[in-house]
C-alpha cells in the first residue's frame, strides 16, 4: 500500500490555530520551473535524487517521499523500496525521463501527490483520486475500522450470516468509507451522498473499478439544501457514517497552500464552529436510523464534548454513546445511537 505520511495526504487539525499551522507548514512554494531535462541518459535513482534536492530548494513539502513516490508509481511499484533493484539502477528510456518531469513539474506546482499520480491506497483499496474530490486521510481508516468492529459484534436479525445490513454515508468524496465497507461486509448495502458532483462521479467510478456497484448506491445530494432528498432515499439504516466538513471557517486561510488550492472547500469548511453540516445530520438520523442505528462521526478534537451538549439539548431520541481517540490521542470520533422512548414503544405496540 501507499504510505500515508505525506502532509498533504492529511487532515489532522489540533485544537489550537497554532497548532494547525505546526502541522501544515508554510503557505509558500516558490514560483519556479521545472529543471531542464537531461541531455544525457539517467537512472531512476538517479532522477529521484535530482527530484528531491529541487523540490528541497523550492520549498516543495516532503520533498524525499514526493520524488519517491512518483517515480516509484511510474516503475509500476507503490514505493521505492518495493522497485526491483535492478530497475533502480537501469537507465531510463527518453520517454520515461519525460513522464517522471511532467508529474514532477505538477508536483511541483503544488499539486498533491495524491492527484499527481491519480491513486491513493485506503486500508486494503486503491482509489482512483482526481481533484477537488476530498483525499482520504489516515485518521478516517480509524473510523472505518471501528464501525467494522462494532457491526462485526452486531446480532444479526435475519437468517444466518448473510443477514441484511444497510448503511447512509453523507459525504462519500472518493468512496474510502463506503467501498471500504462493502469489501469488508458482503451482507452490507450502502447508500452514500455528497454535494460535489465530481464526488459522486469518482466514487461511482471507483466502485465499478472495484466490483462493488451493485451493492451501493450514490446520489448527488446535499444534506444541507435538500434534507427531503435524504429521508426519501433511505427506508431506515443500521449505520450512518459521515467524515464531513469540520473545519472551522477561520481556520481555512491557515492550511496548507497545497491543500487550499486544489481540494473542495465544501468538504473541508465546516462554518463558524465547525458543526455546520455535522447538526443537520443529526437533526435527521432518528428519522433515518432504525432503532439502535448508530452514527459513527470523524470531528475536530474539539467538537465532542460540544456535540454530547447539543445533542442532549436539540435531538431527541439521539443518545451520545461515547467519544473515541485517534491513534494520536486526539479525541476524533463520536458514537450516538438512536433510543426511541418508551412512549414510542408503547405506540408500536398498539
Not at 505546526?22 to 541531455?39: D, F, Q
Not at 519517491?68 to 518495493?82: P, V
Not at 443537520?280 to 451538549?309: C, F, M, T
Amino acid at each position: 500500500m501507499w504510505r500515508t505520511s505525506l502532509s498533504a495526504g492529511f487532515r489532522c487539525f489540533v485544537c489550537k490555530r497554532a497548532g494547525i499551522k505546526g502541522i501544515w507548514g508554510s503557505n509558500a512554494v516558490r514560483r519556479c520551473s521545472a529543471p531542464a531535462l537531461p541531455t544525457d541518459r539517467i537512472t531512476a535513482r538517479q532522477a529521484a535524487d535530482l527530484w528531491k534536492r529541487y523540490f528541497e530548494e523550492m520549498g516543495v513539502t516532503e520533498p524525499d517521499h514526493s520524488s519517491s513516490y512518483i517515480i516509484a508509481y511510474l516503475l509500476g511499484a507503490k514505493t521505492m523500496e518495493s522497485v526491483e533493484k535492478g530497475k533502480l539502477t537501469e537507465f531510463l528510456s527518453q520517454d520515461k525521463t519525460e513522464q517522471i518531469w511532467k508529474l514532477c513539474t505538477r508536483r511541483l506546482s503544488g499539486m498533491p501527490v495524491q492527484y499527481v499520480i491519480e491513486e491513493w491506497d485506503f486500508r486494503d483499496l486503491t482509489l482512483k483520486m482526481r481533484p477537488p474530490v476530498f483525499i482520504p486521510r489516515p485518521e478516517t481508516e480509524e473510523l472505518v475500522e471501528l464501525v467494522l468492529s462494532d457491526l462485526n459484534m452486531k446480532p444479526r436479525t435475519g437468517v444466518g450470516d448473510e443477514a441484511l445490513l444497510t448503511c447512509l454515508e453523507v459525504g462519500c468524496g472518493s468512496g474510502a468509507i463506503s467501498l471500504s465497507l462493502l469489501k469488508s461486509l458482503p451482507q452490507l448495502q450502502v447508500i452514500a451522498v455528497d454535494q460535489s458532483q465530481d464526488a459522486v462521479d469518482l466514487t461511482r467510478h471507483n466502485a465499478v473499478r472495484l466490483g462493488l456497484q451493485d451493492r451501493l448506491q450514490v446520489c448527488h445530494i446535499d444534506v444541507m439544501e435538500d434534507a427531503e432528498a435524504v429521508l426519501s432515499l433511505c427506508n431506515t439504516v443500521s449505520v450512518l457514517v459521515s467524515n464531513p466538513p469540520y473545519l472551522f471557517s477561520e481556520d481555512m486561510t491557515l492550511l496548507q497552500r497545497e491543500i487550499y488550492r486544489f481540494e473542495d472547500h465544501a468538504a473541508l469548511d465546516g462554518g463558524k464552529d465547525g458543526l455546520k453540516v455535522i447538526k443537520q445530520i443529526l437533526i435527521q438520523a432518528p428519522q433515518i436510523l432504525s432503532n439502535h442505528g448508530r452514527v459513527y462521526l470523524e470531528v475536530d478534537p474539539r467538537h465532542p464534548p460540544v456535540i454530547q451538549r447539543w445533542v442532549e439539548a436539540n435531538v431527541e431520541e439521539m443518545h451520545y454513546m461515547e467519544t473515541r481517540c485517534d491513534i494520536n490521542n486526539r479525541p476524533r470520533f463520536c458514537i450516538l445511537q438512536k433510543e426511541k422512548s418508551n412512549k414510542d414503544h408503547k405506540l408500536d405496540l398498539d
